[in-house]
């Protein structure tokens, strides 16, 4: 750590300037980004809103809570699936009721036409039962009784054709219908199972942990919370091995590599540290809220050590050691000013400011090595000087 001095000092010519000051030491240079973290299970298995849903939460296991295999871990509400199961429920008793319908009429269609054929098939009886009488008519009328015989027959030949033509129209027309009603069946039925899988189960035997709203934020799920596609729900954490996540804006996103250790602090374990290294940095940011512009990226570091174990879900302060060189000069990044391409600093001398050119090793937004132009025991200033 810098430690920077603050001292009065005489002015350049005849104007007092009081600026503070940083006598130059030799020390370790470290690039160092504080980050805030939460512990997560490495093997944690996650109970996620189903996909399609857009719903409100309406009850909720508590976290902790021992639960046993198929237990109820949350139940959601989603309007439009509801709404949606009803109106196929309502159109498959529709179409069924049509099919019923249909298959009255066509029986009663059916009923007509084989009465006709019956009658018919009596005519035809009358008309050859007269065949002894024919024998004692004229010409004329014995030709007469020849056509209505002839006639009877044929009509029912017609019938005949008819009656299976309208038994096969009648099974082209059901068989339409239960086509429909086949294809409603099967959208209920995915209806159905989008209701069912709105109340989420236990997987196993375990102890649950509600979800967190955001993965940067501590706020847990909630009962009349808004929950939709994929967002994780609960949680049934390995209490036996933690990975830390740590969610950076984009600014210190672009400094963290993988590989970077990390030293890890608990707010509810004071006396508690931890140490790790950085394996994993998500190619793609988040928003934190619709419309903006600032983007959080998901880092994933490992927990290699730690005085005492620690749960799931514990926030954590995560100290990344982005650079270090053990022996150098380092001053304060704001002792540096530009003056046209070249870095120069401000040395005093007996109240009277030198520019002095110098140049420069790594860098952080808090201190940059000086790896030529400066020596230990100098003083510079850390406000740039007014001109005389």
Request: hydrophobic share 40%; glycine share 6%.
């Amino acid at each position: 750590m810098i430690a920077v001095g603050f001292f009065v000092c005489a002015c350049s010519f005849d104007k007092r300037q009081l600026l503070p000051l940083y006598e130059v030491i030799r020390q370790p240079f470290e690039d160092v980004l504080t980050i805030e973290g939460y512990a997560e299970s490495v093997r944690s298995e996650h109970i996620d809103c189903p996909p399609d849903v857009d719903g409100t939460i309406v009850s909720i296991v508590e976290t902790g809570t021992m639960v046993n295999e198929g237990d109820v871990i949350c139940v959601i509400e989603d309007v439009n699936i509801a709404n949606n199961y009803e109106r196929w429920k309502l159109n498959l008793e529709s179409m069924q009721a049509e099919l019923e319908k249909l298959i009255a009429s066509q029986e009663l269609e059916f009923a007509l036409l084989e009465a006709q054929v019956r009658n018919n098939d009596v005519e035809t009886l009358l008309a050859e039962s007269d065949s002894l009488q024919m024998l004692y008519l004229n010409p004329s009328e014995r030709r007469i009784k020849e056509l209505q015989a002839e006639r009877a027959r044929i009509e029912r030949a017609q019938l005949l054709k008819k009656l299976e033509a309208t038994k096969g129209l009648q099974k082209t027309d059901v068989m339409k219908i239960e086509r429909q009603i086949a294809k409603i069946e099967r959208r209920l039925e995915g209806e159905r199972e989008k209701m069912e899988s709105l109340t989420l189960r236990a997987p196993k035997d375990g102890i649950v942990v509600r979800g967190r709203r955001w993965p940067w934020s501590e706020e847990t799920w909630n009962i009349g919370d808004n929950v939709w596609n994929g967002r994780t729900v609960a949680v049934f954490p390995d209490f036996g091995n933690v990975k830390v996540l740590i969610y950076a804006q984009e600014t210190e996103y672009k400094r963290i590599h993988e590989g970077d250790s990390v030293m890890y602090t608990f707010d509810a374990m004071p006396d508690n540290i931890g140490w790790g290294r950085i394996t994993k940095l998500s190619p793609v940011g988040q928003t934190r809220t619709e419309g903006s512009a600032v983007k959080t990226f998901e880092i994933e570091a490992t927990v290699d050590s730690l005085l005492s174990p620690v749960d799931p879900g514990l926030s954590v302060q995560c100290r990344v050691f982005l650079r270090y060189v053990p022996d150098t000069i380092v001053v304060p990044t704001i002792s540096i000013f530009d003056r046209d391409s070249m870095k120069v600093v401000y040395v005093e001398h007996a109240g009277r400011y030198e520019e002095r050119l110098v140049t420069l090793g790594e860098g952080s937004p808090r201190s940059t090595i000086i790896s030529k132009g400066l020596k230990p025991g100098e003083r510079i200033a850390l406000v740039k000087p007014k001109n005389d």
